[in-house]
């Protein structure tokens, strides 16, 4: 006896999130970067395809069971399922407005923001391009003073920058680029969004608020890796990251703007995002590139975290019940079993 379909759809929601939280966290120290990075993706994918009913349940033996253990689970169908089903489609649907509301108060920011046209920008962008192998138009833009330097665009890439960015020295301009490119290079933007929005459909889920945050913070380790791998002086980064950071802390920006940065934009160094203490620390002393024959491992590790995923938004409980007899108990047999006297005999 199945149960019924609304609970099953939390219960694999339950597994799929909870099983790639256990591997994210209890993954060897050696192979956590990839696994951090590539297997939340592919379980906000597979927790997308559950929502929207692309996952086809795997088959599952019918078993027979009690007529009263079938009517208990019809009325818990009937009674609780539908009003749950209601609930969570509520809640889900505000919190998808809400992303959507802060994706058109980001395009409104770019909007009203001015373009940076600059030769010596331009040229620092393109020489950037180059050397992290980046195709396709990117714009700059002046988003006004305080802004924290953030990505935006899903199909019309935008860098913003601060007013004060026009003070910044030839070697700021370059770091900040780079990180801020090296989202557009990652497709971080596309996965960002694939986290909202599953997010959003499992919003009772822990599990998948848990690998939203921890995606978050391995987006922005990748990103500052990248920058040092590209010559940048782990120090002077650190530093220029830390500044920004305590810039974003203050009066200057206003809880718009830091709404903003978690809603459609992936910001260098907001307040309170990207544990940036951490950041930092890593910049300083980097984990130690891994080798051949492990990165090997580890592609084929998170492939089998992938089909194990699938697997677990395709398995099906069911109820099972085993008779001694061919056929089942009756209602009325069960009730009067359940009031016999165990002891007759001691009257």
């Not at 396709?136 to 601060?162: E, H, I, K, N, Q």
């Not at 903003?260 to 907001?270: F, G, I």
Request: with cysteine.
């Amino acid at each position: 006896m199945n149960l019924p379909a609304f609970h099953d759809w939390l219960f694999r929601s339950i597994i799929v999130a909870g099983a790639a939280s256990a591997c994210v966290l209890l993954c060897p120290a050696g192979w956590r970067v990839r696994v951090r990075q590539v297997v939340p993706v592919v379980a906000f994918a597979v927790l997308i395809a559950l929502g929207a009913g692309l996952v086809r349940p795997l088959p599952t033996l019918e078993v027979k069971a009690p007529a009263i253990l079938s009517a208990w689970a019809a009325a818990a169908s009937e009674g609780v399922a539908p009003g749950l089903v209601r609930m969570f489609a509520i809640v889900a649907a505000l919190l998808l407005a809400r992303t959507a509301a802060g994706a058109f108060a980001v395009a409104r920011l770019v909007r009203r923001s001015l373009p940076l046209r600059s030769r010596p920008w331009r040229k620092l962008l393109a020489e950037c391009q180059r050397t992290l192998g980046l195709c396709g138009d990117v714009r700059l833009m002046l988003a006004g003073p305080g802004f924290v330097p953030s990505a935006t665009g899903l199909f019309r890439r935008t860098v913003l920058l601060p007013d004060e960015a026009a003070d910044w020295t030839h070697a700021q301009r370059r770091l900040v680029l780079l990180h801020e490119l090296g989202h557009f290079r990652r497709g971080d933007l596309w996965t960002h969004a694939l986290g909202q929005i599953a997010c959003a459909v499992h919003w009772f889920n822990p599990f998948v608020w848990m690998l939203h945050r921890h995606l978050a913070v391995e987006r922005e380790f990748a990103c500052d890796a990248l920058v040092v791998a590209r010559g940048a002086t782990p120090v002077d980064y650190a530093t220029l990251l830390w500044k920004m950071g305590v810039a974003a802390q203050g009066p200057q920006i206003s809880g718009r703007k830091t709404r903003l940065s978690s809603a459609a934009c992936l910001a260098m160094a907001a307040p309170g995002r990207g544990k940036l203490e951490q950041r930092v620390r890593r910049i300083l002393a980097p984990v130690r590139e891994a080798g051949r024959w492990l990165r090997v491992a580890d592609a084929t590790l998170c492939g089998c975290v992938a089909l194990m995923l699938v697997a677990c938004a395709s398995f099906k409980p069911v109820i099972v019940r085993a008779f001694l007899g061919t056929d089942p108990w009756s209602t009325e047999e069960i009730s009067a079993r359940l009031a016999a006297d165990p002891f007759p005999g001691e009257q």
